[in-house]
């Protein structure tokens, strides 16, 4: 196998930081495996969140366009991606949202 063509598959080591207010104090952050488990981690932050704002109700939904501005409205929100040369990328609220929406429209199928 080429070199190149296996690291293009491997999983990327992802670090996600997130303030969720304009506050310094609410700076968090998670690291994952991969893109897809960080944005898999972003989706379910978003659940919980849903799930404390209405704890009456069983099953919640939510489109794209909610899970959009849950991102957009978030103090900041960064993703530094292991680019296997011994260095992190990083990546805006823009690629976290196109990478959401790939990662999500591959759940669905």
């Keep these: 196998f080429p070199r190149a063509s296996m690291s293009m598959a491997a999983p990327k080591h992802t670090i996600v930081l997130l303030q969720e207010t304009a506050s310094k104090s609410t700076r968090t952050f998670s690291d994952f495996e991969s893109v897809s488990d960080a944005m ?4 379910q932050l978003y ?6 704002m ?3 109700v069983r099953n919640i939904t939510y489109d794209i366009t909610e899970l959009y501005r849950f991102i957009d409205e ?3 929100l960064c993703c530094l991606v292991y680019n296997g040369t011994g260095a992190y ?4 609220k823009q ?3 196109d990478r959401v929406f790939a ?6 199928q």
Excluded: F, S, T, Y
């Design 47 to 52: 659940e919980q969140r849903l799930k404390q």
């Design 40 to 43: 898999n981690g972003i989706c």
């Design 74 to 76: 978030l103090g900041d």
């Design 89 to 92: 990328e990083p990546h805006n």
């Design 54 to 56: 209405n704890p009456g």
């Design 103 to 108: 990662h999500l429209k591959r759940m669905a």
């Design 95 to 97: 690629w976290v949202k």
